[in-house]
């Protein structure tokens, strides 16, 4: 829904918007972004806010920029390896060690601009003003079908918005991918406990096998995970859900049912894991491993409502997934006038300046591998032979 944003200049492209989004307008799969602001991670998003890291001294504006660009900074104090001692001495103990500051920038930025003609006003601005008047009213009587200029419209405005954040998705996912870490149950050395170790996830028959759920169980285990284990997979990785959630119990001994009701993970859908990780690939993400996070510029870089022929607002997009919830994401959005023409044009621009936190090698201790590990796991899902 709308917000802050000067409906004199962009109330029929608003107006538009929440039409189409109000009437179940669905979009690609963002397994990535949604992991990313999992439910599990709201402590760690919070802290990634940048209001709420202004209001605790912890935002910055990275210097020697053209534009500016923000970085919110998180301290932590990793465990470091200690001598034990055999026999009572003479105190001699070291000092303890400063915590480590981590920053994280807000410089990824995505728009997408699109031109509404005065033509185009015209003939959806009497629709646009029903529409509007009912939305204050709090009643909407009928559908799409009853704004049919609009809707169209407003289908073009939400492809704009998915191209936006389809693009923001792919970025994540980069960026989530190349912060994958070592895997104890490989080793304590990197770069070869960084490997992609093949698990079986089906017989030959297309039955589940339990190889997964051991994995995933001992990748839990031995790096002490809190909560439910974040996966994002593509394809085969969804079968296996499928199956997972209407496996019965079988007469060999093992109740598969029971089992499978035990593998508790969070799953998020993204098929762009197989083009950006691998065919057929998983990533598995110890919740607190990583998050994603905006910034509205509109409200706190740029403070003013309208500057000469632009008015600057944001918007909240609920965006409807397939096999996975619905979820928001704010968005600046802004509306910019041009009467160098005969007649007046608008250029509307959804937009995201957003970061990512990933978290360090050794974020928790400085030994035993664990100097290796950063809580984002991969691996390869394959088919028995």
């Known amino acids: 829904m709308a917000r802050n944003v000067n409906l004199s200049n962009a109330r029929i492209a608003l107006a538009a918007i929440n039409l189409t989004l109000n009437n179940g307008k669905k979009f690609e799969n963002l397994g990535f972004m949604q992991a990313l602001r999992s439910p599990q991670l ?41 001598t034990v001692k055999t026999t009572r001495t003479v105190a001699t103990g070291s000092n303890p060690a400063d915590s480590v500051a981590l920053n994280v920038d ?54 704009t918005i998915e191209n936006v954040l389809t693009s923001m998705n792919s970025a994540v996912g980069t960026s989530l991918i190349a912060g994958a870490g070592g895997n104890l149950l490989i080793g304590q050395v990197s770069p070869a406990n ?28 031995v790096h002490a995970m809190q909560g ?7 394809s085969r990785a969804l079968k296996y859900m499928r199956k997972k959630g209407v496996a019965s119990t079988a007469s060999l001994g093992y109740d598969y049912k029971a089992m499978y009701d035990l593998l508790e993970i969070e799953f998020y859908y993204d098929p762009l894991v197989d083009t950006l990780s691998g065919s057929n690939h998983i990533i598995v993400i110890d919740p607190g491993a990583a ?15 309208k500057v000469g022929n632009t008015s600057y607002g944001n918007i909240s997009v609920n965006i409807a997934q397939t096999n996975a919830p619905t979820f928001t994401m704010d968005m600046d959005f ?37 100097d290796t590990v950063t809580g984002v796991f991969r691996a390869n899902l394959t088919i028995a032979a």
């Open 42 to 82: 709201a402590g760690l998003i919070e802290e990634m806010n940048p209001v709420n890291a202004q209001n605790d001294g912890r935002l910055s504006i990275i210097g020697g920029q053209a534009t500016p660009q923000a970085r919110v900074t998180l301290n932590y104090r990793p465990q470091i390896s200690a």
């Open 106 to 159: 807000y410089v990824t930025h995505r728009e997408l601009d699109r031109t509404l003609r005065t033509v185009d006003l015209l003939k959806m601005e009497k629709e646009a003003e029903l529409y509007l008047d009912q939305v204050n009213k709090g009643i909407i009587n009928g559908g799409a079908n009853d704004y049919k200029l609009l809707g169209i419209w407003g289908e073009d405005a939400c492809q």
């Open 194 to 221: 960084v490997a992609v170790p093949n698990v079986i996830a089906f017989n030959t028959d297309g039955s589940l096998r339990l190889d997964l759920y051991d994995w995933i169980m001992d990748l839990k285990q």
């Open 228 to 234: 439910k284990p974040i996966v994002i997979g593509g």
């Open 291 to 305: 998050c994603l996070e905006t910034l509205l510029e509109h409200g706190s870089v740029i403070k003013p409502k």
């Open 334 to 370: 802004r509306v910019k006038e041009d009467d160098s023409t005969s007649y007046p044009t608008y250029t509307y621009t959804p937009s995201s300046r957003f970061g990512t936190f990933l978290r360090p090698a050794g974020f928790f201790k400085n030994y035993g591998g664990w």
